[in-house]
């Protein structure tokens, strides 16, 4: 029989572990709420924006890192097959860039990692398109350089950020910085609910629901 471990303030392990959970999850919960009581009416234009990008006949292109890159995929797979079951409507052109490994690595090995997802951009993106950035810090360089080259292609362009926003805070048409520093996961809970709320919002713009 294991013994029961004690912690130095008397709570057991169980007691001690079930304030990290409701620690970590109420602030989650109440950073959620600063973003969107801050930035509501950004999301509803971010929404708009995307709406538009889908009624003309352009895409949306996803880039991000790490799980940036998951959500990336994650809100491209959403877009492309279906956000909701009680949605029924056509698919909608999205791209996540982080998804061809092949390109990818040949991206990094021969233009250096930095360089990988503008030169995607530069293959797919067109006049009209738009393009959503995520880093949690705002200093991702290889995300920076797919804004610039989307910006100089005429397309339109998103971030979902955090911190203080970084190098690429003000780079974008529109954008959300998560306030908080230090970690990427609070920040990562927070955009994958903002691009819930896009795609849920776009669907209504466009008539679907």
Do not use: W
């Not at 234009?45 to 709406?51: E, F, N, P, V």
């Not at 991000?64 to 052109?93: C, F, M, W």
């Not at 293959?123 to 949690?136: C, I, P, Q």
């Not at 974008?172 to 691009?195: K, N």
Request: charged share 20%; net charge negative; proline share 1%.
């Amino acid at each position: 029989m294991s013994k029961q471990c004690r912690c130095s303030d008397g709570l057991t392990d169980r007691t001690r572990y079930e304030e990290v959970v409701l620690d970590i999850m109420l602030y989650s919960a109440r950073l959620k709420e600063t973003v969107a009581r801050q930035n509501s009416s950004v999301i509803v234009a971010m929404a708009r924006m995307m709406a538009q990008t889908f009624e003309e006949g352009g895409k949306v292109l996803f880039c991000g890192n790490g799980g940036s890159a998951a959500d990336a995929q994650h809100l491209a797979t959403e877009l492309t097959i279906r956000y909701r079951s009680t949605v029924v409507r056509p698919a909608l052109p999205a791209i996540a860039l982080s998804t061809d490994t092949s390109a990818l690595t040949a991206g990094a090995n021969d233009l250096g990692y930095d360089a990988v997802f503008a030169r995607l951009v530069e293959a797919y993106g067109r006049e009209g398109d738009l393009l959503v950035g995520l880093s949690t810090s705002g200093n991702s360089t290889s995300v920076v350089n797919a804004i610039e080259v989307a910006k100089r292609q005429g397309m339109k362009t998103l971030t979902l950020l955090g911190g203080d926003g970084g190098v690429l805070k003000g780079m974008a048409d529109l954008e959300i910085i998560v306030p908080h520093a230090g970690s990427a996961d609070r920040v990562q809970e927070c955009h994958i609910a903002v691009g819930h709320v896009l795609i849920d919002l776009a669907e209504r713009m466009l008539g679907y629901c």
